[in-house]
C-alpha cells in the first residue's frame, strides 16, 4: 500500500484467464482495462473498477 491519496490498488487476484469476450474471470477487467491500468489516473482507475463491478454482477457474482 502507499500514502498517495490518489492511489487505488489493482482488483488483480491472479486469476488472469480471459474469456471469449477478453474479460477477466478474476477480476472482470477487460483486456484493455488491465493493459491502460498502469497508466490510469486515479478516476479512470474507479471508472473501470465500476465497469468491472457492473460486469461482475452480470455475470451473476457479488462484487
Known amino acids: 500500500m502507499t500514502d498517495k491519496p490518489w492511489y487505488v490498488p489493482t482488483p488483480c487476484v491472479m486469476v488472469c484467464t480471459l474469456d471469449d469476450n477478453d474479460v477477466c474471470l478474476g477480476c472482470y477487467r477487460t483486456a484493455d482495462e488491465i493493459g491502460e491500468w498502469v497508466d490510469a489516473d486515479a478516476a ?3 471508472a473501470i473498477l465500476e465497469a468491472a463491478d457492473t460486469r ?8
Open 44 to 46: 479512470r482507475r474507479d
Open 56 to 63: 461482475m454482477l452480470q455475470a451473476g457474482r457479488e462484487a
